[in-house]
């Protein structure tokens, strides 16, 4: 594959004059790219040329590559659940908005400005297309995805999320964070058992598990609790009033996202910080939260709000509000990727959310790099480009059952 990457230092200097801001780039005047000392034949061809979905065995990969050769790449859900969205019409949908187009116009596709937008929420095609355009955009400068954001930090601490356990007892979540300590995690998150689709939210088995977690592991750990919405209110005060007691750092979903009342009686009565997101699904669904009070702390799911532009507009959100941000990271490694970066332009964000055990959700025999915690229970950041974990191409290659173009 051929890749022209031009050199950093003017490249950025053209851009910025450009653009007049270095957070979202806008297209590259070639007068203005001239007055930088670039002449425009010294910059890649941002043309899109082609749109594809590579199919695999262990998932889908969506495939944008520009006329200079540079090829972005995230993973391709099906569907995703929590806003039951069907991504099977991703492909027709991308060569439609993209092909030949700059792909440095790229909030043009994604944007949810538009009011049938705004009033539904974007369409899902949004996050895989902003996403393969900032690993490509990235793979084009020679940088990583957070630096073209604007890094804020270059190493994030990592909690350890845990699986839904099939328990009874407390018993497995105990050993689990007692292991993830040993790996150098200062931060645990329980995500409870599952609950039966017809079933009680067995909020005392989750206290339980709550209670027996802070005995195991010391005030100085963090916990997290996330109940995943499963809660009525008098059981999310309940709990809330226990984690207030055990000095939790979140408690994350304990009522579903549309019980905004709910939502604001715990903020105002809970310590805890009552963390709210995860099962929203347009940016401009975060506002009303904010003024009423409904969160303290806020989430989001880039497969869910339209990708990593979205995603960003989200934490300025809440830095603007003095609030945190702790995006959502499980998933694939590009989707946990995606998140990352998200987190490394943030000031407020204070941890990243690595799925536990580390490598569970590892399923792509392609990918070259993995993410893991390093000794100082941070996540650091990646440095090569684009989304910084590479594909080994041979191996994809290999597992590839066919393309669609």
């Not at 653009?19 to 034949?41: D, N």
């Not at 027709?92 to 009033?119: C, E, I, M, W």
């Not at 940088?143 to 990592?158: E, S, T």
């Amino acid at each position: 594959m051929t890749t022209e990457v031009v050199a950093r230092r003017r490249f950025l200097r053209a851009s910025a004059l450009a653009s007049g801001a270095g957070l979202f780039p806008l297209p590259i005047r070639a007068q203005t790219a001239a007055a930088a000392g670039v002449r425009p034949a010294d910059l890649p061809n941002f043309t899109i040329k082609e749109v594809k979905v590579y199919v695999t065995a262990s998932g889908r990969l969506a495939s944008i590559t520009t006329e200079s050769g540079v090829e972005g790449i995230c993973t391709l859900q099906t569907l995703v659940f929590h806003a039951n969205w069907d991504n099977s019409g991703w492909l027709d949908y991308a060569k439609r908005a993209l092909t030949g187009k700059n792909a440095l116009d790229h909030l043009q596709f994604t944007s949810q400005y538009a009011p049938v937008r705004r009033h539904y929420g974007q369409p899902p095609q949004s996050a895989a297309i902003d996403i393969c355009l900032w690993d490509l955009l990235g793979k084009s400068m020679g940088q990583p995805v957070h630096r073209m954001l604007g890094a804020y930090q270059d190493r994030i601490l990592a909690y350890a999320s845990s699986q839904h356990l099939e328990t009874r007892t407390p018993d497995p979540y105990v050993e689990a964070a007692q292991k993830a300590r040993a790996e150098g995690f200062r931060a645990f998150k329980i995500n409870p058992p599952p609950v039966e689709a017809d079933g009680e939210s067995h909020h005392r088995l989750d206290m339980e598990i709550c209670k027996a977690l802070r005995r195991a592991m010391g005030d100085d750990f963090m916990l997290i609790h996330h109940a995943v919405g499963n809660y009525t209110r008098d059981e999310a005060m309940e709990v809330g009033r226990l984690l207030d007691d055990l000095h939790f750092r979140g408690y994350e979903d304990p009522l579903p996202s549309t019980d905004v009342d709910g939502l604001v009686q715990l903020c105002r009565e809970l310590r805890a910080p009552v963390i709210v997101g995860e099962f929203m699904f347009s940016l401009y669904d975060y506002p009303e939260y904010i003024r009423r009070g409904a969160a303290d702390t806020l989430r989001f799911v880039v497969d869910n709000v339209g990708g990593i532009t979205p995603g960003v507009k989200i934490g300025i959100l809440a830095e603007c509000h003095g609030m945190e941000c702790m995006p959502h990271g499980v998933g694939s490694v590009l989707h946990q990727a995606a998140h990352l970066h998200c987190s490394l332009a943030m000031p407020n964000s204070a941890f990243v959310e690595v799925p536990y055990p580390q490598g569970a959700r590892d399923a792509q025999p392609y990918m070259k790099d993995r993410i893991r915690i390093a000794p100082d229970g941070c996540v650091h950041a990646p440095s090569k480009p684009g989304l910084g974990y590479e594909i080994d191409r041979d191996a994809l290659d290999k597992a590839i059952v066919r393309i669609e173009r």
